[in-house]
């Protein structure tokens, strides 16, 4: 197993320049040792464009035939619209349901008790009652604990499944789990007096059985970095990200209008479940698969020579592979689980063996940072809503447009900004060495590029959050939010720097133990935020800000122990938990030198 480490540069083997392709016979030997025994690749169509080693297998393709990133934003848009805008009116439906049963349980032990009568999806001011929030926050505790618990369980899996089956076919499943939930939601909303409001949970369960939205982010990202050169992934990722701020912006007011032109809550619902059957069949039917059956094969057998270190499944379960539906994947859960653990998923994250120190620490940190800003970016809003709300004296119309002035700042700049540094800074510098000597873009692990924006973006957020803990104006707030903004680049590029530390046949796995720590994350953070800031709001409300400025100050220390150019190389073999893993091969050490020329001579 091979790894390139790239330290800086130290020798003079490492400050040797790059000559002008054709000059000397010597020249071409020189190239065709950096870029591999095969040489360069170059694209018959166009002689002077950059290809990409994933998308090989595709070559000759049709359009419609061959994977982007661009199949996914209509689909992504429009699911994670829905999902931004069904946010409100399911906590209201859940709140209006739990209300109205509570009364009618009371009326039922006192007939002589009475009460206004419960209309979904009005207000309700009888509802304003202890009982009845503690009931709720009850209910939305075991709601999201539930769903954070199995999708921590399962996303894993569907990440590294989808490594060996195909992103679509995976992503197909995991909708399911939502059309599950939709369904049982709008069931529950129209015959509320006939199906429980606690068969909601058993949607909950269905949803977080399917990976929830934490699949649905590694599958997407996964299908992505497949498609997606390493020098434009951060960008492409950045698009994906751009689509869930424009849901979480838009999807509330949206939906507020449309439910006040429908004059039904459960009208919502039916649009949600429609986006979800919408992103179904376009998915299996229109969506190209971005894994050639080719690697999808290699990453079977790959997966097959680990399993056998498990030894044979029981004589019963091999019995009856043939005679049961998908036996032969039965066969292999049951190997799976026989070894299961729950966190075996973050082995990943933890290579071993000779010369994997550096890889090692780099996943490590950029776990850490991901699990940081993932962490907070799912769990601080509602406590920050609660926040201006009792500091600014703030209502439902001021709140929501908060909200969605920092979810546009954040669209903005992924789908203006970030792509402009990209090219300055990246794909300009790349299209000049092209014009020279096309070449196939290779896996290089995370440039220096990459961890400026994440360290960037990491220091913006503890300005703006440094800053929530001194500001008492609602302008300066705002203000602090929009610096804060500017952190929607971390989220984009730690996303694409971890797929780049590894070969795209475990990209699904790694990601996958992204997915775990964002699922973990989602039963954690909500705790500590929300008991923070009940314990201190009356004495000094604003500790929370200086917990979110601790956490972001050590994401920021953990960027800086993050090296550029460190990866896995695609043709070397697992190393996590493999203690006999070889050192850098020659091979790689050409390709370290060659990437640490392009640092040495960025301006070529």
């Given at each position: ?27 071409s ?14 694209d ?42 069904s ?9 209006d ?9 009371r ?19 009888q ?17 999201s ?9 399962t996303?894993p ?20 789990g ?10 529950t ?6 199906i ?7 949607g ?32 492409a990722?950045?698009?994906l990200?751009?689509c ?6 838009f999807g ?21 479940l ?42 019963f ?25 729950p966190?075996?998923p ?13 890889l ?27 926040y ?19 979810y ?65 104006r609602?302008y ?27 070969p ?20 954690v953070?909500?705790a500590?935020?929300n ?20 956490m ?10 993050v ?10 073999e ?14 790689n050490?050409?390709?370290?030198d ?11």
């Amino acid at each position: 197993m091979s790894l390139a480490s790239m330290h800086g540069c130290g020798t003079a083997r490492h400050r040797h320049t790059l000559r002008a392709v054709g000059d000397t016979a010597d020249d071409s030997d020189e190239i065709t040792a950096l870029l591999g025994p095969g040489g360069p690749r170059r694209d018959q169509g166009s002689p002077r464009k950059d290809s990409w080693v994933g998308l090989e297998d595709f070559e000759g393709f049709p359009w419609w035939k061959k994977p982007s990133v661009w199949w996914l934003l209509v689909p992504y848009a429009l699911f994670t619209l829905a999902f931004g805008g069904s946010i409100v009116p399911k906590l209201n439906l859940i709140i209006d349901l739990i209300c109205q049963r509570h009364f009618a349980d009371r009326s039922a032990a006192d007939p002589k008790f009475s009460y206004k009568p419960v209309i979904l999806g009005s207000d309700n001011p009888q509802c304003l009652l202890p009982e009845v929030q503690r009931i709720v926050a009850t209910f939305m505790l075991i709601y999201s604990v539930l769903i954070g618990v199995l999708s921590s369980l399962t996303a894993p899996k569907l990440g590294a499944l989808s490594d060996r089956y195909g992103r679509k076919r995976i992503m197909v499943i995991s909708s399911f789990g939502g059309i599950v939930g939709e369904v049982i939601i709008i069931l529950t909303a129209k015959y509320p007096d006939v199906i429980h409001y606690k068969w909601i949970i058993v949607g909950a369960f269905f949803d977080g059985l399917a990976g929830s939205f934490t699949a649905g982010s590694v599958l997407t990202h996964s299908y992505a970095s497949d498609c997606t050169p390493p020098s434009k992934r951060s960008v492409a990722i950045g698009y994906l990200h751009s689509c869930l701020y424009s849901g979480l912006a838009f999807g509330p007011l949206i939906a507020g209008y449309f439910v006040e032109w429908m004059g039904s809550l459960v009208s919502i619902f039916y649009v949600t479940l429609g986006c979800h059957v919408f992103f179904i069949l376009f998915t299996y039917f229109a969506i190209p698969e971005s894994l050639s059956k080719k690697r999808q094969h290699l990453a079977r057998e790959k997966y097959a020579t680990e399993q056998a270190k498990f030894g044979p499944v029981p004589a019963f379960v091999s019995s009856i592979q043939n005679y049961v539906p998908f036996g032969k994947h039965f066969t292999d859960a049951t190997r799976s689980w026989r070894a299961a653990n729950p966190f075996a998923p973050l082995k990943i994250l933890y290579p071993t063996g000779p010369g994997t120190s550096q890889l090692r620490r780099n996943l490590l940190a950029m776990a850490f940072i991901d699990f940081c800003i993932v962490g907070v970016a799912m769990s601080s809003g509602p406590v920050i809503i609660l926040y201006t709300e009792y500091m600014f004296n703030w209502g439902n119309l001021e709140s929501s447009r908060f909200i969605s002035l920092t979810y546009t700042v954040r669209v903005v700049i992924l789908v203006g900004v970030f792509p402009v540094i990209n090219y300055l800074f990246r794909t300009r510098k790349r299209q000049a060495k092209i014009r020279r000597q096309p070449f196939e873009a290779k896996n290089a692990g995370a440039d220096r590029l990459d961890i400026w924006i994440l360290r960037t973006a990491l220091l913006s957020d503890v300005v703006g959050v440094v800053g929530y803990i001194f500001v008492r104006r609602s302008y300066m707030f705002v203000l602090c939010a929009i610096v804060t903004a500017f952190g929607g680049l971390g989220s984009a590029t730690i996303s694409a720097s971890l797929s780049k530390q590894v070969p795209a046949d475990r990209v699904g796995q790694v990601l996958g133990a992204a997915g775990l720590l964002h699922a973990l994350s989602r039963i954690v953070a909500p705790a500590i935020f929300n008991g923070l800031y009940a314990a201190t709001v009356e004495s000094f409300p604003q500790a929370i800000f200086i917990l979110l400025s601790a956490m972001f100050a050590l994401a920021f220390l953990a960027s800086l122990l993050v090296r550029p150019h460190v990866f896995l190389d695609e043709d070397d073999e697992p190393v996590a938990g493999d203690a006999g893993a070889s050192r850098p091969s020659d091979r790689n050490a050409s390709r370290r030198d060659e990437m640490e020329d392009d640092e040495l001579l960025g301006s070529v």
